[in-house]
């Protein structure tokens, strides 16, 4: 069984980088056609898909977030991280982690996620 945990700080202040960890056993996460991805849900909203790294080491980015997110790895760890730069209250969120399965035709956002991490929550505030 894979299980995945979502491991950083609660607390970031506004301008500040968002680092978080996705901490990954009971599988690899270079085996061949999963996607690794992030989502966040802010309070009273609905769950956002924010970006993935697949078992190539490709990353791929939501359009409304690619220019402050940068996804990486460390299969060493069997682990990916997020980054999210220059935050403001409105990041505050549930950040959470999943593994999803690619499908011919359709990229991560579009992918089914079987595996998902508890989450943690992530407040911006000074």
């Known amino acids: 069984q894979v299980l995945l945990q979502e491991s950083g700080p609660g607390l970031v202040k506004p301008s500040q980088t968002l680092s978080l960890t996705c901490t990954v056993s009971?599988?690899?996460?270079?085996?061949?056609?999963?996607?690794w991805s992030w989502f966040r849900q802010p309070p009273g909203k609905g769950k956002e898909w924010m970006g993935a790294?697949?078992?190539?080491?490709?990353?791929y980015y939501s359009p409304s977030l690619k220019s402050r997110t940068s996804i990486s790895r460390d299969t060493s760890k069997n682990q990916f991280t997020l980054q999210l730069t220059s935050v403001t209250p409105e990041d505050t969120a549930v950040y959470t982690c999943?593994?999803?399965?690619?499908?011919?035709?359709?990229?991560?956002?579009?992918?089914?996620?079987?595996?998902w991490g508890q989450g943690t929550q992530v407040t911006v505030s000074s």
């Open positions: 790294i697949d078992w190539n080491d490709n990353t």
């Open positions: 999943a593994r999803g399965s690619w499908r011919l035709g359709k990229g991560p956002q579009a992918s089914e996620y079987a595996n």
């Open positions: 009971g599988g690899s996460i270079t085996t061949n056609y999963y996607y």
